[in-house]
């Protein structure tokens, strides 16, 4: 199994929906929780910190469950650009950071 | 802020050469780089994280002897693959991180193509 589990999707949405991707983690000593959305043939860009009591910025909202080790991100009024892979990352203590395979997403016209 | 450099952005080598690839954060000073690889369709994998003037941590599965790694400064490190072959073909990326912060920033990669 996987230490960091994601949809791989891909999730095809019109615009202007609403999607949400799901994460789960199987280390229970991980400390920090992120998204990055990572466009084709280039570098993850950070896309926002993921809280306990949880996140938003704009149209994205992160929300991290430890009890469940359970990650979620919610994307509302989906844009053409919002096409990408999103990346849950997990960091342990000393920095072992562990990425998740990634979700695609494309939103249509 | 918080912006990473890679150098080059492709390169193409033949099948036993070197190949150098820069990673420099610009307006920062990183504590803490780290590399990774990432074949078509597939996820990054870390390689080793770097610290400044210390010796490399690496990933299991990765060759330090292959992959050379040098922290020499809090802006710079470079990773050097060792007589490299087609399968070593990939994208490699570096990040860096702030001190006292696990965010990471990434540089744009390196398309690293062996014949």
């Known amino acids: 199994r996987k230490e960091v589990e994601q949809d791989p999707g891909p999730f095809n949405v019109p615009e202007g929906a609403t999607v949400a991707f799901n994460c789960t983690y199987s280390?229970?000593?991980?400390?920090?929780f992120f998204w990055y959305r990572q466009d084709c043939r280039k570098e993850p860009k950070l896309l926002m910190s993921?809280?306990?009591s949880g996140n938003e910025d704009g149209r994205f909202t992160a929300q991290l469950n430890r009890a469940s080790q359970y990650i979620s991100l919610l994307i509302r009024d989906s844009k053409l650009s919002d096409s990408a892979t999103y990346l849950c990352?997990?960091?342990?203590?000393?920095?072992?950071?562990?990425f998740g395979a990634g979700t695609r997403l494309f939103v249509k016209a | 802020g918080a912006v990473v450099s890679q150098h080059p952005s492709w390169v193409i080598c033949k099948s036993g050469t070197s190949v150098k690839i820069e990673c420099r954060s610009l307006?920062?000073?990183?504590?803490?780089m780290f590399w990774y690889r990432q074949f078509p369709k597939q996820s990054l994998m870390l390689m080793a994280t770097?610290?400044?003037?210390?010796?490399?941590?690496?990933e299991q599965g990765v060759e330090k002897d292959k992959f050379l790694i040098n922290h020499a400064s809090l802006t710079l490190s470079t990773l050097t693959v060792t007589s490299a072959h087609p399968e070593d073909s990939s994208f490699y990326i570096c990040s860096a991180s702030l001190q006292g912060s696990y965010e990471q920033y990434f540089g744009p990669g390196t398309r690293l193509t062996v014949t």
């Open positions: 990352v997990v960091t342990r203590r000393g920095f072992k950071t562990i």
């Open positions: 280390n229970s000593a991980s400390q920090s």
């Open positions: 770097s610290n400044e003037g210390s010796k490399a941590t690496y």
């Open positions: 993921v809280y306990s």
């Open positions: 307006d920062f000073q990183a504590t803490t």
